[in-house]
């Protein structure tokens, strides 16, 4: 069988991770999902943003793409 241009697609199962906040980041995530809704003209839940959020946060830093890219690649 020929290997197709586009490879097998990774695992998308959801997994539900259960977490505290303190009162502060809760309320500045409730802020942001305003911001957001005024921005983009469209209401998303927090529970919605924080995926992204997390999912931005960790492809903006660098160094831990640099070290996670490393250790795939089987260099660590």
Do not use: N
Not at 49 to 70: H, K, N, S, Y
């Amino acid at each position: 069988m020929a290997d197709l241009k586009l490879g097998k697609l990774p695992d998308r199962t959801p997994v539900k991770l259960a977490i505290t906040i303190t009162p502060d980041l809760q309320a500045a995530l409730q802020s942001y999902a305003v911001i957001y809704a005024e921005t983009y003209g469209v209401e998303e839940p927090v529970v919605d943003l924080i995926p992204a959020m997390l999912a931005a946060f960790l492809e903006g830093d660098r160094t831990f793409v640099r070290e996670r890219d490393a250790r795939l690649r089987g260099q660590k």
